[in-house]
């Protein structure tokens, strides 16, 4: 990795750059990525763009899914991961922080701090993860206008509009909710909590723009892969909160270890090495970018040796 400087950074619009990778061939896997670090992992691996979530940046904070971050916060985790890996992000924008003006400021923070889309969703606060039962609808026509102020202030983001609406309306009531959102100017649709290949079959039949399917883990949707939903007529795939499960089941399993045992030992060889870390980050790259800097800086000689 070389830090990127000058010419070397991305001049097409991140909602570009997305909107390309949703229409070439194929399913777009989007990784979930909650910090600079893990981005740059999700880019080392070859994925192409990587997906923000709400319940990934609020635990990394220490605090449940459940709508009380602000769009500040948010802002925060876009820039860190555009500035570290510059891959399109698609970033949960959960309810859209309040109604159509909020969402229009929303649309501009995230764009600003490097957002290529962005998810909103049709609950109302305090919103839940979309696999939790007993979740709060809000009106489908105010959702509707939530999705059109998003529309009209985007430059270039990416639109993508969540409906939670199996639960309390069945499949014929999310679907007739996902059309009303197209209908308003989602670019996407994410059927949320489908339990039944059958149902994404099905949405996929009726709704026609692209769709996204959230492969969560611990949810209502059976475990199936990226290929399996493109079979189903899926455009887009999240994994939205395994990174941060994994990171936290091995923290948690080494902190168990140094107040057991008193030492690191016993699970050492289980960590990134330094080697690995600084290669990942790019560590040898920003000394000698800041060495280059240093030698050209000098005014009227030559760089010293």
Known sequence: MTYLVGADLPTQPAGERFRELVERPGILRLPGAYNGLSSLQAKAAGFDGVYLSGAAMSAS?????????????VCFFIRQIARASELPILVDGDTGFGEALNVMQMVRAFEDAGAAAVQIEDQLLPKKCGHLNDKKLAPAADMA???????KARRHLYIVARTDG????GLE?????????????A????????????DFARFAAEVKVPLLANMTEFGKTPQMTAA???????????????????????????????????????VIDR???????????????????DGSIARSAIPGGHPED
């Open 61 to 73: 904070m220490g605090l449940p899914d459940l709508g009380i971050t602000t769009i500040d916060d």
């Open 145 to 151: 206008a939530k999705v059109a102020a998003a529309r």
């Open 166 to 169: 199996l639960e309390r309306e």
């Open 173 to 185: 009531g999310a679907i007739a909710r996902a059309k009303l959102y197209v209908e308003a100017g």
């Open 187 to 198: 670019d996407a649709i994410f059927p949320e909590a489908l339990s039944d290949p059958a």
């Open 228 to 266: 399996e939903f493109e079979r189903l007529g899926y455009k887009m795939i999240i994994w939205p909160v395994s990174a941060l499960r994994m990171a936290a089941k091995a923290q948690e399993e080494l902190y168990a270890t140094l107040a057991a045992a008193d030492w690191a030992g016993p």
């Open 271 to 289: 960590m990134q090495t330094r080697a690995e870390l600084y290669a990942t980050i790019g560590y040898h790259d920003y000394e000698e970018l």
